[in-house]
């Protein structure tokens, strides 16, 4: 069994791949819930859906977000009350926000209705959110303080970031499955998500960067910068807004004794011995996973580490 640490997108695109080409291995996914939001009274989860949505082959290519197939017309009808439509939600995956809330009144915990809706969309391997508890990404920018949505979402990711904090993360716990998985699997990765705002808060749940700790040489990562890019989102200028290089080098060297193996783009071969300055051992391979060619040497690539 293999444990992933997960955001969103750069995660679920690396889970599938993985689950269709390590057949032999059983994947866990360990999943960000700092993004997490309750709006008009539902809790959203996007992280979770996510994974959820991709690896049922519903998740909207498009929108980079939500369910294919999406129509509208409640978030219209909002937007023309004058209600929070900034926050765009699909009439289909709304059902889903429904669902999750109305389970969480009735006193269900967030790993219950991962696991529930997992099963209804046929997805074979365990989604875990990292904590039942609440976490929110808050962040300090130029314009004042913002929730994690209403930067990345309402604000687009554009405004400078001072700091990240990660509100109710102290007195977290991590979930006896997920303190299981993590104890229990052979090897670890950490997917390609954004390094600061999905898996920082995975990492900060008391009791998981310690037990990773003693498990280094079983880890490894994917970058998620290529020739210092985020292919999606803000990982890049925030890295270099908070002060580390904005690079797959950036990257380990902020994850430092953590990860015992990386898996660098080709485009960053220039820096794999760099990397393994800090004492790691470095693959150097194509890691762009929306193009076949590439996914598939990736994988090997995942496999060979594995095996
Ligand atoms: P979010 O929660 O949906 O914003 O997504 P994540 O935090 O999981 O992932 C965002 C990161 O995934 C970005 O920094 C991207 O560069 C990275 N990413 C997305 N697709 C790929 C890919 O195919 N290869 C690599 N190496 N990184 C990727
Ligand atoms: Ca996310």
């Keep these: ?21 390590a057949r032999e291995f059983k994947f866990t996914a360990v999943v960000n819930v700092a993004d997490d939001l309750v709006l008009h009274g539902l809790t959203i989860c996007p992280d979770l859906d996510t994974v959820t949505y991709t690896l049922a082959k519903i998740n909207n290519e498009v929108m980079g977000w939500g369910l294919v197939d999406e129509t509208w017309r409640v978030n219209k009808e909002l937007e023309k009350l004058g209600g929070q439509a900034w926050f765009q939600l699909g009439d289909r995956d709304m059902a889903t926000h429904l669902y999750r809330s109305q389970r969480l009144a009735e006193g269900a915990t967030k790993t219950e209705v991962a696991r529930e809706l997992a099963a209804h969309h046929k997805v074979g391997l ?33 405004v400078p970031v001072y700091k990240i904090t990660f509100r109710g993360i102290e007195e977290a716990t991590p979930t006896n499955e997920v303190m299981a998985a993590l104890s229990t699997s052979e090897r670890i990765i950490i997917a390609p998500s954004n390094p600061l705002l999905s898996i920082a808060p995975v990492l900060a749940v008391p009791g998981v960067r310690e037990l990773l700790q003693t498990r280094r040489e079983s880890i490894a990562a994917v970058s998620p910068l290529i020739g210092g890019r985020a292919l999606k989102g803000p990982a890049d200028h925030l890295m270099s807004e908070l ?11 902020y994850y430092g ?24 051992s470095v693959t150097v391979l194509p890691t762009i996973m929306a193009e076949p060619t590439s996914a598939s040497a990736l994988a090997q690539g995942i496999l060979s580490w594995l095996s």
Excluded at 136 to 155: P, R, W
Excluded at 243 to 253: I, L, M, N, R
Excluded at 257 to 280: C, P, R, T
């Design 1 to 21: 069994m293999i444990t992933v640490l997960c955001g969103g997108v750069g995660a679920a695109r690396l889970l599938s791949l993985l689950e269709r080409e």
């Design 126 to 158: 365990p989604i875990l959110p990292v904590t039942d508890e609440h976490v929110a990404t808050y962040l300090e920018t130029d314009i004042g303080e913002l929730s994690f949505q209403e930067y990345f979402v309402k604000h687009r990711h554009n």
């Design 243 to 253: 002060g580390f290089e904005p690079s797959s080098y950036g990257v380990a060297a």
């Design 257 to 280: 004794d953590l990860v015992g193996h990386w898996f660098i783009d080709e485009v960053d071969i220039d820096q794999a011995e760099k990397i393994e300055g800090l004492g790691v």
